[in-house]
């Protein structure tokens, strides 16, 4: 089984950073696409990033140039970075990976999830 283990959510003032971690267990994780979703109240799972075995990312457009997704294979952690946020990011984050070399953009596409760490960001 892989297991998703997510941390680095807290409490942010608007234009402030934060960094998630995503900690993998598996033995073909370097071999895995994985991706950030998240979830305010009420509303349906988004898409925020993804990134391929092949380091190929790819971003929702209104986390261009705030997020950064990547991936330290040897750790078997990927990371989201996320800088300038707003009140609106504020939701439940979760990664999620999937075998496979191409990048989804669906939660429908994602075969294991984490736990989920809250971010808010307070204005």
């Known amino acids: 089984q892989v297991q998703l283990v997510e941390s680095g959510g807290g409490l942010v003032q608007a234009g402030g950073s934060l960094r998630l971690s995503c900690a993998a267990s598996g033995r073909t994780f370097s071999r895995y696409t994985m991706g950030w979703f998240r979830q305010a109240p009420g509303k349906e799972r988004q898409f925020v990033a993804t990134?391929?075995?092949?380091?190929?990312?790819y971003y929702a457009d209104s986390m261009k140039g705030r997020f950064t997704i990547s991936r330290d294979n040897a750790k078997n952690t990927v990371y989201l970075q996320m800088n300038s946020l707003k009140p609106e990011d504020t939701a439940v984050y979760y990664c999620?990976?999937?075998?496979?070399?191409?990048?989804?953009?669906?939660?429908?596409?994602?075969?294991?999830w984490g736990q989920g760490t809250q971010v808010t960001v307070s204005s």
């Open positions: 990134i391929t075995w092949t380091s190929i990312t």
């Open positions: 999620a990976g999937r075998a496979g070399r191409d990048r989804s953009v669906v939660a429908g596409g994602y075969d294991y």
